[in-house]
C-alpha cells in the first residue's frame, strides 16, 4: 500500500519538475532529490509490502516511508497552493519551505540505511506473475446469475413455505452467518418465474445497519410501481416525508397478493419501522427477510420458523471453488493432481461460499499449477490460527495479493455506504482523479479503468450489480463483509477513515451515517491531511460548507450526495487542487454556480446533478479555464451564458452532458478531438451547418444524444461516425438520418417524439448491430411490420406510447436474438404481434398499460397464449 502512497507522491513530482518546473522555482533542487530518494526506496516497497503482514520491524519501516512520503506531500502542496495563490504578491518563504524539505530528505537517507539492515533491497523479487483478465462474454440485460451451487432443495423448501402456507401475511426468513448465501438464496428465489407469478407484485431492498427509513420505502415503491412512474411521479415521491411513503406503500400493496424481500435486516426496530407498510390480509403475501440475527426473525413473525441456512458440503465448496478459479479452462494433463490439491483448498474454506469465492478469485489469477495452489492452501493454514472474525484474514488472502494499484482501488469500496450499489463510470473517474490508473498504450485512463474493476470482480473482491444492455459493468456493489475488510485495510494504512475523525494523517474520510457528530470535530480539529471528501447525508448546514472550504483547501476529490442546498458557497474557489466534484442536489429549485469556480483549473470532473426538475443554472463564465476537463455533466441541461464557450480549450474533454445550444458552437473546435460523450439540447435547427460540421469532427464519439425543440434536424448527423455506438434522438425527425451509412456501428438507438413513418421500420431492421432499440412515442404508423431477417442482433426492444399503432406483424426470421420486449401504454394495439411465437429467444415480456381486450387475450384460454406461452417470464401491468 505504501508503495501506492508513494507511487501517486513520484507521479506528482514528476509533473511539477517537468511541465510546471515555475511553480517551484527555489525549491526545485530539493525537490528533484525527493524524488531521486523516493524511487529509489520505491523499489523495496513491493517486497516489504509482501512481508510486511508478517514481520512487525518491516511493517514499521514501510509505515515511515508512507508517514515522511504523506508529509512531504503536504509541505508541497501547501507550498504550490502559496505560489498559485499570491502569483501577483509574490512573497513567499522559499527558505522554510527548503528546509523542511531537506528535513524530508535525511528522514528518507535514514530510513534508506534501515532498508538493508532489514533484508531488503532485492530488486528482482517482484511476486507473483499476473494471468491476463479472462473477460466474461458481453450478455444480455439479465440479473446478474452467479455461479449456484448446491442450494436446490434449500429453494424448493423455501418456495414452498412462499407460495403454499395458509392464507395469514407471513414472514420468511433466512438467517445464518454472514457470507452463508442468505442474499444468493434470497435473490434464486425472487428471480424464480414459478414463484413470482403466484404474486401480483414484488419488490426488493437491502436494509443494511445505517438505513434511512424514507430511502427504504421510496426504493419499495419505486420496484412495485416499475415502469408506471413517470418523472413527475419520482420527483412528487422523492418529495414525500416517511409517513407519507408510508401510507403510498400500503395503498400499492392493499387487495394484491404481495411478495417483499428484506435484504440483511440488522434489527427489531427497523422491522418495527417499516412493518406499518404492509397491510395484513388473508391473501397469502410473504415477506422474506434475510438476517443474521436470529431474533430478528423471530420478532418479526413469531409464528414462522426461521430457516437456518446450512454450510456448504465439501464436494459442494470443491464445486464452486473450481468453477471460479477454472473458469471453464484447464491447461492439459494436470487437473487430476490440481483437483487434489484444490479440494484441500476447498475443504480449509469451512463451507462458507463467500471465502471459497473469494479464494477462487484468487486462485483464478494465478497459474494453474500445484506449486502456486498449495502456496495459497498453506497461506489459509496459517491465517485461519489467527483473530477472532476467521473469514477475514481468508478475505485478506486475496487482498494481499493485489498489485498495490489494485489494493488502492479495492480500499476505494470503503468508502461507500454498505450496500449501496455504486457507479462504475463515477468510480472511473475517482481513481483517475486519484491517479490511480496508469498509462497504458493508447487506451484512454478510464478504460485502463474498466479493466481493474474487472479484475476486481473475477477475483471475486466486487459484485456486478447491474450491466448495461452490451454486457457491460454498469452499477457494482460490495459484500459487506469485504467492505468490512476494506475499512480496517484502509485504516491501518490511512488511506481513508469511515465516520470518523480523530486527528490522523488518513488522507480520505467518508462519511456514511445521520448522526450529526461531526460536526464539532470538524469545526476544532483541522483535518488538514483529507484530500478526499465523501459525505451521503447531510446534517451540516451551508456554513459548514463554508468553513470547510476555507480550511480544508488540499481537498482533490468531493462526493456529496443529497444535497439540500440551493447554493454553492464561493469558498469552493479556493479549492484550486480540485480534480473531481461530484454534488447530487436533493430538491433544489434553482442552483447557481458561483463565479469562482473559475478557479478550479485542476478539475477533471465536474459532475452537478440535481433530482428534482430543471435547475435554471448560470454557468460558469470561465469554463474554459478548467483545461484538465476530461468530463462535464449537467442534469437537467445548462445553457452557458456567453456568447462564445471556448469549448475549444478544452482538449482533454471526454464527455459533455447536457449543454444547450447556442451562439458558441459557432466557435473553432479543431482542437476538441478526444469527446466521447456527447449531449446537446435547445433549438438544434437554428444552428444546423456549425452542428453538422461540429459532431462530424468527432472522430471518437461513442455515445451521442440529441434533444431539439420542435424539429430534429437530422442533416445534423452527416458524416460518418465510425466508433458512434449509442445515439439518442429526442425530437420530432424531418426523416430518419441513414444510420446504416452514418453510424454502421451502432448498438443502442433510442428515439424520442420522433413521429417515424411506416417505412422507417425497414431502415431500422437492418442495422447489422443494433443490440439495443426504444420507440418513445415515436412511431406514428398505424402498421408495423418486422421482416424475414430483420433487426438481426436486436436483444431488447421497447416499444411505448406509440399510439398510433393498431397492427404490427413479425414475419418468421425476424428477431433471431431478442430476449426482453417490452410493450407500454400502444392504447390502439389490441393484440399480441402476430408470428410472436416465431421468437423463441424471448426471455421476458412486459406488457404495461395495454387496453383491457389485450390483456383478455393473453390468458390461458386466450386468443393469444399461444403466442406468449413459450416466454418464460411475463410480467403485466393493467
Ligand atoms: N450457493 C452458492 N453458490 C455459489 N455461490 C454462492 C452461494 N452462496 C453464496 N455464494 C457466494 O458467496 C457470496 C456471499 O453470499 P451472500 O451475499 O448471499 O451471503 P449472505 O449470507 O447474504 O451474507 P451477509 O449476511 O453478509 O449479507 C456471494 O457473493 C456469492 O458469490
Ligand atoms: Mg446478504
Redesign the pocket.
Known amino acids: 500500500m505504501a508503495e501506492g502512497v508513494v507511487g501517486v507522491l513520484l507521479n506528482k513530482l514528476c509533473e511539477l519538475i517537468e511541465k510546471e518546473a515555475h511553480l517551484l522555482a527555489g525549491v526545485k533542487p530539493n525537490v528533484k532529490l525527493l524524488r531521486e530518494k523516493l524511487e529509489w526506496i520505491s523499489l523495496s516497497l513491493e517486497e516489504a509490502d509482501n512481508k510486511c503482514s508478517k514481520d512487525k520491524e518491516i511493517k514499521l519501516w514501510v509505515a515511515q516511508v508512507r508517514d515522511a512520503a504523506f508529509e512531504a506531500e503536504d509541505i508541497i502542496d501547501q507550498y504550490v497552493y502559496k505560489v498559485q495563490k499570491n502569483r501577483i504578491n509574490r512573497w513567499i518563504p522559499f527558505h522554510k519551505i527548503g528546509k523542511k524539505i531537506q528535513e524530508i530528505n535525511s528522514r528518507l537517507d535514514k530510513i534508506s540505511e534501515n532498508r538493508s539492515k532489514l533484508g531488503m533491497g532485492n530488486v528482482e523479487d517482484k511476486g507473483e506473475p499476473s494471468v491476463p483478465i479472462i473477460r466474461k462474454e458481453k450478455r444480455s440485460p439479465s440479473v446478474e446469475e452467479?455461479?449456484?451451487?448446491?442450494?436446490e432443495d434449500e429453494a424448493k423448501i423455501i418456495s414452498n413455505m412462499l407460495i403454499g402456507g395458509g392464507a395469514r401475511t407471513s414472514a420468511v426468513s433466512i438467517v445464518?452467518m454472514?457470507?452463508?448465501?442468505?442474499?444468493?438464496l434470497a435473490k434464486k428465489l425472487y428471480n424464480d418465474i414459478h414463484v413470482k407469478r403466484h404474486f401480483k407484485c414484488c419488490a426488493w431492498t437491502y436494509v443494511s445497519q445505517e438505513f434511512m427509513l424514507g430511502d427504504l420505502l421510496y426504493d419499495l415503491i419505486k420496484c412495485i410501481k416499475f415502469k408506471t412512474l413517470s418523472s413527475d411521479d419520482i420527483v412528487k415521491l422523492k418529495s414525500m416525508k416517511e409517513e407519507e411513503l408510508s401510507g403510498e406503500l400500503f395503498h400499492c400493496l392493499k387487495g394484491r397478493r404481495y411478495f417483499i424481500v428484506i435484504d440483511?435486516i440488522w434489527s427489531t426496530d427497523a422491522w418495527d419501522g417499516i412493518k406499518a407498510s404492509f397491510p395484513i390480509e388473508n391473501k397469502r403475501s410473504r415477506i422474506m427477510i434475510?438476517t443474521?440475527n436470529r431474533d430478528v426473525a423471530k420478532y418479526a413473525d413469531p409464528q414462522s420458523k426461521p430457516y437456518e441456512l446450512r454450510l456448504l458440503k465439501d464436494e459442494e465448496s470443491w464445486e464452486?471453488l473450481s468453477k471460479k478459479a477454472l473458469l471453464g479452462v484447464v491447461n492439459d494433463g494436470n487437473l487430476d493432481e490440481l483437483e487434489e490439491v484444490g479440494k484441500d483448498v476447498a475443504k480449509r474454506c469451512r463451507g462458507l461460499?463467500?471465502a471459497v469465492?473469494v479464494l477462487g478469485g484468487l486462485l483464478s489469477r494465478k497459474e494453474q499449477s500445484v506449486y502456486e495452489w498449495k502456496k495459497v492452501g498453506k497461506s489459509i493454514d496459517w491465517h485461519l490460527d489467527e483473530g477472532q472474525n476467521q473469514i477475514l484474514p481468508i478475505l485478506a488472502l486475496s487482498y494481499n495479493d493485489l498489485p498495490y494499484y489494485l489494493k488502492m482501488c479495492f480500499l476505494y469500496f470503503a468508502a461507500f455506504p454498505e450496500d449501496s450499489s455504486i457507479s462504475a463510470t463515477e468510480l472511473f473517474r475517482m481513481w483517475v482523479a486519484e491517479g490511480f490508473v496508469q498509462e497504458r498504450g493508447g487506451e484512454t485512463l478510464e478504460e485502463v479503468a474498466e479493466d481493474y474493476l474487472l479484475e476486481l470482480i473475477q477475483r471475486?473482491l466486487v459484485?456486478v450489480a447491474k450491466r448495461r444492455f452490451n454486457g457491460q459493468v454498469n452499477k457494482c456493489r460490495i459484500?459487506?463483509?469485504l467492505r468490512e475488510l476494506a475499512i480496517k485495510k484502509a485504516k491501518e494504512n490511512q488511506f481513508l477513515n469511515v465516520n470518523s475523525v480523530n486527528a490522523t494523517i488518513a488522507r480520505r474520510l467518508s462519511i456514511t451515517t445521520h448522526s450529526d457528530i461531526f460536526k464539532d470535530s470538524f469545526e476544532n480539529h483541522s483535518a488538514k491531511h483529507i484530500r478526499s471528501l465523501f459525505c451521503s447525508f447531510f446534517q451540516f448546514d451551508n456554513c459548514f460548507w463554508k468553513s470547510l472550504y476555507r480550511r480544508f483547501k488540499l481537498l482533490r476529490v468531493i462526493q456529496l450526495d443529497n444535497v439540500p442546498f440551493s447554493t454553492i458557497p464561493d469558498e469552493i474557489g479556493n479549492l484550486i487542487y480540485l480534480r473531481y466534484l461530484n454534488m447530487k442536489f436533493k430538491g433544489t429549485r434553482c442552483l447557481k454556480l458561483p463565479a469562482t469556480m473559475d478557479n478550479l483549473y485542476n478539475l477533471q470532473t465536474l459532475i452537478i446533478s440535481c433530482n428534482r426538475g430543471p435547475i435554471p443554472l448560470s454557468f460558469v463564465h470561465g469554463i474554459w479555464k478548467m483545461r484538465k476537463l476530461r468530463h462535464l455533466h449537467i442534469n437537467p441541461s445548462c445553457s452557458p451564458n456567453v456568447k462564445h464557450m471556448k469549448l475549444n480549450e478544452l482538449t482533454n474533454l471526454q464527455s459533455l452532458s447536457l449543454i444547450k445550444v447556442g451562439k458558441w458552437i459557432m466557435g473553432d473546435f479543431d482542437k476538441l478531438a478526444s469527446l466521447r460523450t456527447l449531449g446537446l439540447d435547445g433549438n438544434l435547427s437554428l444552428y444546423q451547418a456549425p452542428l453538422s460540421s461540429f459532431i462530424g469532427k468527432q472522430e471518437n464519439l461513442k455515445s451521442l444524444s440529441l434533444s431539439s425543440s420542435p424539429q430534429m434536424p437530422t442533416q445534423i448527423i452527416s458524416s460518418r461516425l465510425h466508433e458512434l455506438e449509442k445515439l439518442f434522438l429526442d425530437g420530432r425527425l424531418e426523416r430518419l438520418p441513414t444510420l446504416q451509412e452514418v453510424a454502421p456501428s451502432l448498438t443502442k438507438l433510442v428515439l424520442k417524439d420522433s413521429g417515424l413513418l411506416e417505412d422507417s421500420m425497414a431502415v431500422l431492421e437492418k442495422l447489422p448491430k443494433l443490440l439495443f432499440l426504444e420507440l418513445n412515442k415515436s412511431y406514428s404508423g398505424k402498421k408495423m411490420c418486422c421482416a424475414t431477417k430483420g433487426f438481426p442482433m436486436l436483444a431488447v426492444f421497447k416499444i411505448s406510447s406509440c399510439s398510433d399503432l393498431e397492427d404490427w406483424a413479425i414475419e418468421e426470421g425476424a428477431f433471431a436474438n431478442l430476449s426482453n420486449l417490452n410493450i407500454h401504454r400502444c392504447s390502439k394495439l389490441k393484440m399480441i404481434p402476430e408470428g410472436l411465437h416465431h421468437v423463441t429467444t424471448l426471455q421476458k415480456l412486459v406488457l404495461v398499460q395495454q387496453p383491457p381486450e389485450f390483456f383478455d387475450r393473453i390468458q390461458k384460454d386466450g386468443l393469444d397464449w399461444f403466442k406468449i406461452q413459450h416466454v418464460p417470464s411475463v410480467v403485466t401491468i393493467a
Open positions: 452467479v455461479d449456484i451451487v448446491g442450494i445464518g454472514g457470507g452463508l448465501g442468505k442474499t444468493t440483511d434475510t443474521r464452486l461460499p463467500l469465492v471475486s459484485q459484500h459487506d463483509l
